[in-house]
C-alpha cells in the first residue's frame, strides 16, 4: 500500500495504483508497436526504393531534352526536370542480351560470356552470375520485372528463377516470331510466348499482342508499386519496344503524326509519366531511385523509319558512339538536384554496385567488374571514376576502349557493319562491312568519331593499347 503525504494529511492511494498499474500495463503494446513502427521507417529509409526503365534499341535522339523528336514526350522532360541527365553513359556492347546481362550483373560480356542477342531456348546468362533481382532480394526488397528478359529461356534460367518475386513478359526479342520479316521459317520454329510468374499465359504472341505489351507492362508496373508501397522494393521494367516489329497500343496509333515509331515513343513516354505518377500518388518519391536508361543499345539502322535517330557515329551492333552511348536520367531528390546535366562518364556495369551502396545490399558473391561511382553521379566535388578504363565489345571481340573520363577512345582493327540502304515499313534495309585500322578519337572536341588523331597522341594510344591488350588476356584468352 502507498501513501502520499499532502501537508498533514496522508492519503491512501491502493486503489489509484492499481489503475495506474493497469493504466501502464495497457500502454505497453502500443509504446512497443510505436518501437516496431520506428524501426520498419528507420530500415525502410536505408533501404530506398529502385525504379530502373530499360528501352530496347532506342537511339540518342528519341526522346527531349536529349534530342529534339517531332512527336512531344512530356514524361521523359518532366523526369529531366526532376533529376539529372546523364549524356556520356555507356553499356560495354551493342546488343541486345549482353547489354543486359551487363547492367544486371555489373560484369562485362567478356567475363559472363554473355554475346550478342539469345535466341528462344538458350540458356543464357549463367547462374553462377547474380543478377539485381537475386542481391536485393536477399537484402529484402520485394522484386518485380515486367518486360522483356533476354537472358535465358530454359528452366532456371529465367526472369522468375533469377531473383524475380513478380514478372511478366517475353522470354527474348518480340521479332523472333513466325512474323519475322527475313527468317519466317526458322524464327517459326518457336511461338513467342507471353509469361506471367513463371507461366505460360499466351502461347502464342500475335500482332494484336503486341499492340497491348507496352500497356500491359506498365500496367504491371504500376500495380506492383501500389501493392509494395510499404516496403522497399525493386521494380525493373525492360520494354519490348521500340524493337522492331513496332507497335503501339490504340491510343497511340496515328497521335505522334510521324509514323508508327513516333507512335510507339509516345506510348514508351506515356509509360514513364504512370510510374512517375505513381510513385508520386503513393508518397514514395523521396525515397525512390529512379533510374531510366532510353536504350540497350543504338538504334537498328536497317529498319529505317522503323529505328530512332541518333546524332552519333553508327548504331546497334557496332561500338562507336552510335551504338554504345545512350541517354540516362536518374532521380532521386534526397541527393540529385533537380534538373541538371552532366558529362561525367560512366558505364551500365556501374549501376548493380552503385544501387547495391545506396540500399546498404552486400555485393554479389561473384567478381564482377563494376563499381560504385555515386560521388560521380550526385557530382560530389572532386570525383573522380574509379576505373582506368572502359572496354567496348562486339559478339566476343573486343574491338575497343576508352578511358574512364570518357575523352580518350580507341578502336582496335576490325570490320564493322555501315548502312547501305534503309528499310521501309518493317523491312529491313541493307549493310555492308568496312575495315577500321587502329584508330583513335578525341571525344571531347570530336563526340561523332570523324577525326583519327593516333599521329597526334601517340603515348596516349600506347597507353590505351596497353589497357587494351591487358582485358583481352584477362578475358578472352579461352
Not at 545512350?326 to 531528390?333: E, R, S
Not at 571514376?385 to 580518350?408: E, K
Amino acid at each position: 500500500m502507498i501513501f502520499f503525504k499532502m501537508g498533514t494529511k496522508k492519503i491512501k492511494l491502493k486503489k489509484f495504483r492499481c489503475n495506474f498499474t493497469y493504466l501502464i500495463l495497457a500502454l505497453i503494446p502500443f509504446a512497443v508497436l510505436g518501437c516496431k513502427t520506428d524501426t520498419a521507417n528507420d530500415s525502410k529509409a536505408s533501404k530506398p526504393n529502385v525504379v530502373l526503365i530499360f528501352l530496347d534499341d532506342g537511339a540518342f535522339d528519341d526522346f527531349a531534352p536529349f534530342g529534339n523528336p517531332q512527336y512531344p514526350t512530356p514524361n521523359v522532360e518532366t523526369l529531366a526536370e526532376e533529376g539529372r541527365s546523364f549524356y556520356n553513359f555507356y553499356v560495354p556492347q551493342a546488343v541486345c542480351s549482353a547489354s543486359r546481362a551487363a547492367l544486371l550483373t555489373g560484369s562485362y560480356p567478356g567475363r559472363t560470356k554473355v554475346f550478342g542477342a539469345h535466341g528462344p531456348g538458350e540458356p543464357g546468362l549463367d547462374p553462377q552470375f547474380a543478377t539485381m533481382g537475386e542481391v536485393l532480394q536477399k537484402n529484402g526488397y520485394k522484386t518485380g520485372i515486367f518486360g522483356k528478359w533476354h537472358l535465358g529461356d530454359k528452366p532456371g534460367h529465367r526472369s522468375h528463377d533469377r531473383g524475380f518475386e513478380e514478372s511478366s513478359g517475353l522470354m527474348y526479342s518480340n521479332d523472333m516470331w513466325s512474323g519475322h520479316p527475313e527468317n519466317p521459317e526458322y524464327w517459326g520454329k518457336w511461338p513467342l510466348q507471353y509469361w506471367k510468374n513463371g507461366e505460360v499465359v499466351i502461347d502464342s504472341v500475335t500482332a494484336q499482342h503486341q499492340t497491348e505489351l507496352t500497356k500491359w507492362y506498365t500496367q504491371d508496373a504500376v500495380s506492383f508499386i501500389e501493392k509494395n508501397k510499404d516496403e522497399p522494393f525493386f521494380l525493373y521494367l525492360p520494354h519490348s519496344m521500340p524493337h522492331v516489329p513496332v507497335f503501339a497500343g490504340e491510343k497511340f496509333q496515328g497521335k505522334s503524326g510521324t509514323g508508327v515509331y513516333g507512335d510507339v515513343m509516345m506510348e514508351l513516354d506515356w509509360s514513364v509519366g504512370q510510374v512517375n505518377d505513381a510513385i508520386k500518388k503513393n508518397g514514395l518519391e523521396a525515397n525512390t531511385l529512379f533510374v531510366f536508361i532510353a536504350s540497350d543499345n543504338g538504334p537498328w539502322l536497317a529498319y529505317g523509319d522503323h529505328a530512332g535517330i541518333t546524332r552519333f557515329r553508327e548504331g546497334k551492333g557496332t561500338i562507336f558512339e552510335g551504338g554504345v552511348r545512350n541517354p540516362l536520367i536518374i532521380k532521386y531528390p534526397e541527393e540529385i538536384k533537380a534538373g541538371t546535366i552532366t558529362r561525367k562518364t560512366f558505364s551500365s556495369i556501374d549501376i548493380l554496385p552503385t544501387i547495391c551502396k545506396l540500399t546498404n545490399t552486400p555485393l554479389p558473391e561473384n567478381e564482377i567488374d563494376g563499381k560504385d561511382v555515386w560521388d560521380l553521379i550526385v557530382d560530389k566535388p572532386g570525383a573522380q571514376n574509379p576505373h582506368q578504363y572502359y572496354p567496348f565489345s562486339n559478339d566476343a571481340n573486343l574491338q575497343g576502349v576508352m578511358s574512364s573520363d570518357g575523352r580518350w577512345k580507341l578502336h582496335l582493327r576490325h570490320p564493322y557493319r555501315t548502312l547501305s540502304k534503309a528499310g521501309v515499313g518493317g523491312a529491313p534495309g541493307s549493310y555492308y562491312q568496312e575495315d577500321l585500322d587502329t584508330t583513335l578519337y578525341d571525344l571531347l572536341h570530336d563526340p561523332y568519331e570523324k577525326g583519327n588523331v593516333i599521329d597526334s597522341y601517340p603515348e596516349k594510344a600506347k597507353e590505351l593499347l596497353k589497357l587494351a591488350i591487358q582485358h583481352q588476356e584477362k578475358f578472352y584468352t579461352e
